[in-house]
Nanobody, 127 residues
Framework: QVQLTQSGGGLVQAGDSLTLSCAYS????????GAWFRQAPGKEREFVGA????????YYADSVKGRFTIARDKVKNTMLLQMNSLKPEDTAVYYC????????????????????WGQGTQVTVSS
């Protein structure tokens, strides 16, 4: 079992920055993949980005590429989502998630493939 606890989020203005944290505990593997998803009202949960723990390789959705950065703090057992140049369309509930990627150097963007989830945190960007 893996437990994910999120923190951060809130209300910001367009152009501002915000960092979300996801602290993890429990049984994790070197082959783990951590990801961030978001869900706006009335929309499907969408992939934001992911990081492979084995290589620290990162992957991003086109909509956030160049603005968002995912990192992992191995000492604090925390995954971070740094969001810069925020836009009103970034408004959503953000979720962290993780799965065992089995060592495969590929990104999994389907939220149904992730076993463990954080509780979600609201990010609201005003124009």
């Amino acid at each position: 079992q893996v437990q994910l606890t999120q923190s951060g989020g809130g209300l910001v203005q367009a152009g501002d920055s915000l960092t979300l944290s996801c602290a993890y505990s429990g049984r994790t593997f070197f082959t783990q993949m951590g990801a961030w998803f978001r869900q706006a009202p009335g929309k499907e949960r969408e992939f934001v980005g992911a990081i492979l723990w084995s290589s620290s390789s990162t992957y991003y959705a086109d909509s956030v590429k160049g603005r968002f950065t995912i990192a992992r703090d191995k000492v604090k057992n925390t995954m971070l989502l740094q969001m810069n140049s925020l836009k009103p369309e970034d408004t959503a509930v953000y979720y962290c998630a993780t799965r065992d990627n089995g060592g495969g150097p590929f990104v999994v963007k389907d939220h149904n493939e992730y076993n463990y989830w954080g509780q979600g945190t609201q990010v609201t960007v005003s124009s």
